[in-house]
């Protein structure tokens, strides 16, 4: 399933303004269990994802990529390197991604804060492995989550469900070109780091 995890995210900058961002994630198990001679890593399987249902959108045929979460992140800004960030977990990803960018962008909040702000998650969506949403799901939603938000959401008919740990992990390398320096971020929901030199 999707919910798995096994994910890890990266990001790097150096001197010269390149920025990389990078998730590694070997799906089940210990992923395809492929090891290249003297490289120290497996190949995933993602593979596992494509479904032999004719018809299924995830259907295995050529040319096809299957349907998976793996979504390293990148913004620019004037056609620049701006952002690189990821957020671990599945089908948290997606919609942890759209999560920050709003932060970002529309709240104003800076990278660290726009990674240790409250989260929201649907579950119970269609999924391309053939579950399909018959009820609309189930919000949960972290702490932070303000209770006249929570009874807004409740009002409107969703169902709610306070929640620990299917949230997400988040990591970002932000270029702050008017003053020439890198700001990191890593959040507390999982483990990791920002560090500079």
């Known amino acids: 399933m999707l919910r798995e995890g096994d994910t890890v995210y990266l990001t790097v900058a150096d001197k010269d303004h390149n920025m990389v961002s990078l998730i ?8 395809s269990g492929l090891c290249p001679d003297g490289l120290g890593f497996c190949f995933q399987d993602r593979g ?25 992140a990148f913004i620019t800004q004037d056609g620049k390197p701006h952002l690189a960030f990821g957020v671990m977990g599945g089908d948290m990803q997606p919609q942890g991604h759209v999560q920050i960018v ?28 053939g579950q399909k949403m018959t009820d609309g799901g189930v919000v ?3 702490s932070g989550v303000e209770p006249e938000v929570v ?20 990591q970002a390398i932000l270029y702050d070109a008017t003053n020439d320096v890198y700001v990191g ?10 560090a500079g030199y």
């Open 185 to 194: 971020a890593s959040e507390s929901r999982k483990d990791g780091c920002a």
């Open 48 to 72: 596992a994802l494509f479904s032999l249902e004719d018809g299924h959108p995830n259907v295995y045929a050529p040319h096809k990529r299957p349907f998976h979460t793996i979504i390293p």
């Open 140 to 142: 949960a939603l972290e």
């Open 102 to 129: 709003c932060n970002l962008i529309d709240f104003g909040m800076n990278v660290q804060e726009a990674g240790d702000a409250a989260r929201w998650y649907h579950t119970g969506s269609s999924e391309p492995m």
């Open 24 to 31: 590694q994630s070997n799906y089940r198990g210990f992923g």
């Open 151 to 170: 009874r807004t959401l409740q009002q409107m008919g969703h169902k709610i469900q306070p929640q620990v740990g299917p949230f997400g992990g988040y």
